[in-house]
């Protein structure tokens, strides 16, 4: 999931280089809620493997 996102950051960047800035700002847009996505699952597993391991 975060290689997604930092897809979607790549194609912002270089859609912006190139002066496209409704598609640089929809990619931007997608590759933050992936990345928010990817955070707020990567703290629910750290969290449950201590949980579970105890």
């Known amino acids: 999931m975060l290689h997604y996102a930092v897809v979607f950051f790549v194609i912002a960047l270089i859609a912006a280089l190139f ?12 590759a933050k809620i992936l990345f928010v996505l990817f955070a707020i699952l990567a703290i629910a597993s750290f969290l449950f493997g201590v949980i579970r391991k105890g």
Not at 20 to 28: D, M, N, R, T
């Open 19 to 30: 002066g496209f800035g409704g598609i640089a700002a929809s990619a931007a847009g997608i």
